[in-house]
Nanobody
Framework: QVQLVESGGGLVQPGGSLRLSCVVS????????MGWYRQAPGQQRELVAR???????IYADSVKGRFTISRDNAKNTVYLLMNSLKFEDTAVYYCKGEFGWFDSWGQGTQVTVSS
């Protein structure tokens, strides 16, 4: 069984920064990709950023140039560095792991951008 635990969310002012972390534990045989998704109230969950096993990354247009996804394989951790945060970045952020024949999600961490 695989578990993903996110941390690092919180309240931040517009223009501020946060770094989210997602620690993966359990029986992991292969990791195809890790990603960050977010869901704002009344909205569908959307992809924010994704890093594949080979290191290639993709970002939502709304966060390009502001967010950076990275992974530390030795620590089984994936990060999302969020800079220049905007009101519209407010959401619950979820970590997702793609482990071969199944996917697994974390419980989410709240990010609130407010003055």
């Amino acid at each position: 069984q695989v578990q993903l635990v996110e941390s690092g969310g919180g309240l931040v002012q517009p223009g501020g920064s946060l770094r989210l972390s997602c620690v993966v534990s359990g029986s992991i045989f292969s990791v195809n990709a890790m990603g960050w998704y977010r869901q704002a109230p009344g909205q569908q969950r959307e992809l924010v950023a994704r890093v594949a096993s080979g290191g290639s990354t993709i970002y939502a247009d709304s966060v390009k140039g502001r967010f950076t996804i990275s992974r530390d394989n030795a620590k089984n951790t994936v990060y999302l560095l969020m800079n220049s945060l905007k009101f519209e970045d407010t959401a619950v952020y979820y970590c997702k792991g793609e482990f071969g024949w199944f996917d697994s999600w974390g419980q989410g961490t709240q990010v609130t951008v407010s003055s």
